[in-house]
């Protein structure tokens, strides 16, 4: 008896916190919250400093595997289409920045990557999973949340850069 009490009660706050998460999640439409954060070699970053630019905003952590095939990708489409506008932004989650560092020694990349150890971003956008992208249009609304990272996906996600730009 004492297991089926506890049972549902550990099901009933586990939905309770799914489903105030998913109430506060950042969607298509919304202004995209303020990120200030600094990143890894302590430059201020401000997305409202970027308005007028489409910008993809990465969540990342360096436990994350589908991260480590996300990053080429993230580097090819920042070098690719910097020139025409884009801003891609790493956002990392890990608690100490030197995991981000180590992990950013094996996957170079020429974009900036800010370290979230506070999680405070995240609360603000909720990603739904490591990676996740938020495409955010020259206004500062957000045009497309991309949950996860799939080879197959990689052609729409540009595409919709591309639209954007």
Not at 139 to 148: D, T, Y
Not at 150 to 155: C, K, L, M, V
């Amino acid at each position: 008896m004492q297991t089926k009490v506890l049972v549902t009660v550990v099901a009933a706050a586990l939905s309770f916190a799914l489903s105030q998460r998913v109430a506060h999640a950042v969607e298509k439409g919304q202004t995209a919250p303020e990120i200030a954060l600094k990143d890894l070699s302590g430059k201020a970053i401000k997305l409202s400093s970027l308005k007028g630019k489409v910008v993809l905003v990465d969540f990342w952590a360096s436990w994350c595997g589908p991260c480590r095939e996300s990053m080429p990708f993230l580097e090819k489409l920042s070098k690719s289409y910097r020139d025409k506008g884009l801003v891609v932004l790493g956002v990392n989650i890990d608690n100490d920045a030197a995991a981000a560092r180590k992990f950013l020694k094996d996957l170079p990349v020429s974009f900036a990557v800010v370290n979230d150890a506070e999680k405070s971003v995240a609360k603000a956008y909720a990603p739904p999973t490591m990676p996740s992208s938020y495409l955010i249009d020259r206004q500062g609304k957000v045009h497309v949340v991309h949950a996860g990272f799939r080879r197959s996906d990689a052609a729409k996600l540009e595409a919709e850069i591309k639209n954007l730009l």
